[in-house]
């Protein structure tokens, strides 16, 4: 009896598992020349908003085969130079659609108006595509309200935009950057209406699109792909708005295009803490430590400023409602049959912002308890001004020359007063402590780049050498008045006082050249050699001085060799590395690595001391892809 009651369970569970599950199959055909298609795109989507549940292309004789769950669909069948095909079908078991044929857009009558609105997104290769107009949005709507109504993308409340799973990291518009390295300037200033489609994909290392050769190196990229008739002439918007009196959000965006060449202006006003406030400000304030590590080398090198005294201290970290100015200009042209390619941006930042915090907490031991009491009050300010660019050039069709450049200057100043008290269980003070702060700085960085890149006739060999600049300089003085005072049952028993000046200096300059070569072994086998210098130097210097009070008029003399130091550093590094990478269509690998040999030298200015050291060191790579469809794949490194 147990037997069969098990039998007829099974059996059950495989009828209910064959029920939920469906098919579809079919071929595609071209109805003027009565040819199969292939490799044309067909999909299921969501009826209710057009999601895309799964995809697949047609074979050589045309014929297609998609497995999906019981239930209704849209049908669509997308091929180059034809019409979309659309189609509500509803699955149970297995369904033949038999034959289904395109026709030729040429074909269609003028008067015929083709709807979009079923086919709102598309697959092209490895590329999503989503109809801009198939979404609706609010009038006046900016991209990121665009972005917002998308299946597979989310933006958070700080304009930080995930696509599939992934951080996107550009944002481009027609294929090119706009305002350079951040997409919140795109996203939150240009109008929703410009757009004709959003793509998204994977984008290439730039050393991949030249070679040819996939390094496994993906940036998830969207591409705005504006509308033609947004493409030349002049458009803009402007937001003039505050949810109180006291309360101000505004910007204003500017657009004068024509063909391939882009001007545009932008300017932001805000104290809500949202407009002009991306995600990435806080390192482009200059917030944490300027600790880098060369991952080619094997080495950190810093020059950190990150201390009570640094200018930065000022940067937007969630506390505060900060006033912020942003505004900037972009220019960008192609000519010359795209040989030439130029762009340029300017961006202005003013950031002030005032915190008020207040913390009392209780510390409940075993045998007593104590309570601490803190306030804090700090007014900043930063004013930042950055101008990045880059020329690109071809010189025929096999070589090329880039020149880039980016360099920013920022002043910064802050103020603050922190006051703190310690009491006993019976609410005695035991001590209180005075603290006030203020410095002003400023920093100043220029980045520049040369990459000379060639081609050969033989697919896949090429050669390209880069040289790359970098200058960072900061400069920071500040002033620390600290009182402490101790009691006894009431009474003041001593009191500290430090009353210092602070200066902080700190430099990196640092140039570095790599040559690297590429050598197909087959069509799919290829092997890659680089070799490379670097030289870095740096220093940095941290000066406390008390006043001398011996002085009629004490003034900050005596240095403090407690809290003062000052360092140079200088390293040389030689590397060489080899690779051999191969690439199928399913899979790719790469095994290979980097010998280093880097000489260290540390001189210590304060006691006149020179400290040398040497390091051979040894970096093996290895990494691994599968794709398993264009948007599914597993990377191991």
Do not use: C
Request: overall charge positive.
């Amino acid at each position: 009896m147990r037997k069969i009651v098990l039998g007829l369970l099974t059996a059950l569970l495989f009828q209910f598992a064959f029920a939920q599950s469906g098919k579809i199959k079919g071929s595609i055909g071209d109805t003027t020349e009565h040819k199969p298609l292939s490799n044309a795109v067909v999909s299921l989507l969501r009826p209710k908003d057009s999601v895309l549940i799964v995809f697949a292309r047609s074979k050589e004789n045309g014929d297609f085969i998609l497995n999906a769950p019981s239930g209704s669909y849209l049908l669509m069948v997308t091929y180059p130079k034809f019409a979309d095909y659309v189609e509500e079908i509803k699955i149970e078991g297995e369904l033949d659609r038999g034959k289904i044929n395109l026709i030729r857009k040429s074909e269609l009558l003028k008067e015929v108006v083709v709807s979009q609105k079923l086919g709102a997104i598309r697959m092209k290769g490895d590329t999503l595509a989503f109809m801009a107009d198939s979404f609706k949005v609010k009038e006046g709507a900016t991209v990121e309200d665009l972005l917002k109504k998308l299946p597979g993308i989310q933006v958070n409340k700080n304009g930080e935009i995930t696509a599939q799973g992934e951080k996107v990291q550009k944002v481009l518009v027609d294929g090119e950057e706009f305002f350079s390295d951040d997409p919140a300037v795109v996203t939150k200033n240009l109008q929703a209406n410009a757009v004709k489609e959003v793509q998204v994909f994977d984008k290439k290392s730039d050393q991949a699109a030249f070679t040819g050769i996939d390094d496994g190196e993906k940036t998830k990229t969207i591409n705005l792909k504006l509308k033609d008739d947004k493409k030349k002439g002049y458009f803009g918007k402007l937001n003039l708005g505050g949810g109180t009196p006291d309360k101000f959000e505004n910007s204003g965006m500017l657009n004068a295009f024509k063909g391939k060449r882009k001007f545009a202006a932008f300017g932001t006003m805000s104290n809500t803490g949202q407009a002009g406030l991306n995600w990435e400000d806080n390192e482009k304030f200059g917030g944490g430590s300027n600790l880098q590590y060369n991952e080619d080398e094997g080495y950190f090198f810093s020059f950190s400023d990150n201390d009570e005294f640094n200018t930065w201290g000022g940067r937007f970290n969630g506390e505060g409602l900060p006033k912020a100015w942003t505004g900037g200009a972009h220019f960008s042209n192609k000519w010359n049959s795209d040989k030439n390619n130029f762009n340029f941006n300017y961006r202005y930042n003013k950031l002030d912002l005032e915190v008020n915090e207040s913390n009392r907490t209780q510390f409940i031991t075993k045998d007593t308890q104590y309570f601490n009491n803190q306030l804090r009050n700090t007014v900043n300010q930063n004013i930042r001004n950055q101008f990045t660019g880059f020329y690109d050039v071809q010189l025929d069709s096999f070589t090329s020359i880039k020149l880039s450049f980016t360099a920013s200057r920022t002043n910064g100043k802050s103020d603050a007063r922190y006051v703190s008290e310690a009491l006993n269980a019976d609410s005695f003070l035991v001590n209180n402590n005075v603290r006030n702060l203020n410095s002003v700085g400023q920093k100043q960085l220029f980045n520049s780049t040369a990459l000379f890149r060639k081609k050969f006739r033989k697919q896949g060999r090429t050669i390209s050498i880069n040289l790359d600049e970098g200058y960072n300089e900061n400069e920071t003085d500040g002033l620390l008045k600290s009182i402490t005072n101790f009691y006894d049952n009431g009474d003041t028993t001593r009191s500290e006082v430090i009353d210092q000046k602070k200066e902080n200096r700190t430099k990196l300059f640092s140039f570095n050249t790599k040559a690297s070569y590429t050598e197909p072994l087959s069509k799919t086998t290829f092997l890659e050699m680089n070799i490379g210098y670097r030289v870095t130097n740096s220093e940095a210097l941290k000066h406390s001085f008390n006043k001398d009070p011996l002085a009629n008029d004490p003034k900050y003399t005596v240095k403090d060799s407690a809290f003062s130091n000052d360092y140079q550093f200088r390293v040389n590094t030689s590397s060489g590395g080899l690779n051999l990478r191969v690439n199928k269509k399913k899979f790719g690998y790469a095994l290979g690595g980097n010998i280093t040999v880097a000489d260290f030298r540390q001189t210590d200015l304060e006691s006149d001391s020179l400290y040398k050291y040497r390091y051979v060191n040894f970096f093996p790579r290895a990494n691994f892809r599968y794709i398993f469809g264009p948007q599914s794949r597993l990377n191991l490194n």
